[in-house]
């Protein structure tokens, strides 16, 4: 297993998803999963899909500038850091983003995300 490899496919999985479906990002976080959404702890499936279903927009297209990975601890879990510019539908500037997945593999063989940190970026 390539963890750039792995991470580069989850990120395009991920952001895809987001910004056609974010309801159907459910089956990407498990209970223990936890989202720190620009400082808001929102923990569990459930409460993390109705979060991010829940954000203001309609339309957003995320730009992803980096990609940047680290396997984590002995059970195969990782850490994949990405920054980019989302466009959100109606705006006229692009917004500068970062976010952290700490992966953790199935007994399937993929993996899920049990730890979510976002934040915009400020200029």
């Known amino acids: ?5 792995v991470a580069k496919a ?3 999985h991920y952001y895809r998803t987001f910004d056609s479906s ?3 990002l459910g089956g990407l976080y498990q209970d223990a999963s936890m989202l720190t959404f620009e ?5 569990g499936a459930a409460a993390i899909v109705a979060k991010l279903s829940s954000l203001p927009f309609q339309q957003c297209a995320h730009a992803i500038a980096t990609v940047d990975c680290q ?9 994949v850091f990405v ?3 989302l466009q959100l539908g ?4 692009p917004l500068k983003f970062s976010q952290m997945f700490h992966l ?3 007994p399937q063989g993929s993996f899920y995300v049990l730890n979510d940190i976002f934040r915009l970026n400020y200029a």
Do not use: C, N
Request: charge should be negative.
């Open 71 to 79: 396997p984590s601890g002995p059970s195969g879990g990782m850490l």
């Open 83 to 85: 920054s980019g510019s």
């Open 104 to 106: 953790m593999p199935t």
């Open 1 to 5: 297993m390539d963890p750039d490899a």
């Open 22 to 24: 974010r309801a159907a």
């Open 39 to 43: 400082g808001d702890k929102i923990q």
């Open 90 to 93: 109606g705006e006229q500037h």
């Open 10 to 12: 989850f990120v395009e």
